[in-house]
């Protein structure tokens, strides 16, 4: 599958993560090879440009729970272990300014959230229906598609099973910032309890 991924424009430090819990058990790897998400912008992390990791990617493998948040943007989650950053930046031409991803493996499963800044206030109906048109372009089947509301923020559940690739998205956005956490891993990884406390622990930080 075709790697749309343009190298990140680079890594910056991680800023207020702290540990959470140092008792969590570790999880035995679930019978899939360890996956990786590609992006170009926002919504194309981990939609239809998926690689493989390699053996020697051996980063957050630590069973350790920390709440990385980011007070900008206005968020805070829960990621067992240290993610790694990677930052883009848009053209002068583009919609959006910047995009992040904060990434961690853990075993065979990975997790990741991203957030792009754009210049004007996002519609959140249009990010549902890119990525429902980049699933259908890619070939890909949504299994379900269900409406959430996260702290009276509108946003949206994806669940893709197809045996090799299996993930879940949620999908938000609010003020000029579009956010989605994603976790991918074996078949069934919406019911995998690292995935659930990953993607439920997500909370908005209200000024």
Excluded at 116 to 127: G, H, L, R
Excluded at 134 to 162: H, K, S, W
């Amino acid at each position: 599958m075709r790697n749309v991924l343009s190298g990140a424009a680079g890594q910056i430090s991680l800023p207020n993560v702290r540990v959470i819990d140092r008792n969590q058990q570790p999880v035995a790897p679930p019978s899939l090879s360890a996956t990786s998400l590609s992006r170009r912008g926002f919504l194309a992390a981990g939609a239809c440009a998926l690689s493989v990791l390699g053996p020697q990617m051996t980063w957050a493998q630590a069973p350790v729970w920390r709440e990385f948040r980011r007070d900008d943007v206005g968020f805070r989650v829960e990621m067992p272990g240290a993610p790694r950053l990677r930052v883009q930046k848009g053209d002068p031409a583009d919609n959006w300014i910047t995009s992040t991803d904060a990434q961690v493996r853990f075993y065979n499963e990975f997790f990741d959230l991203s957030w792009t800044e754009f210049k004007n206030t996002v519609a959140v109906e249009d990010e549902y229906t890119r990525f429902r048109d980049m699933m259908t372009n890619a070939g890909y089947r949504i299994e379900e598609d269900v409406p959430l509301t996260l702290q009276d923020v509108p946003a949206r559940e994806f669940i893709i099973e197809t045996g090799n690739i299996n993930f879940v998205r949620r999908i938000m956005a609010m003020r000029n910032f579009a956010i989605s956490i994603h976790a991918m891993g074996a078949r069934n990884v919406n019911y995998s309890p690292t995935a659930r406390r990953f993607i439920d622990s997500f909370g908005l930080l209200r000024k």
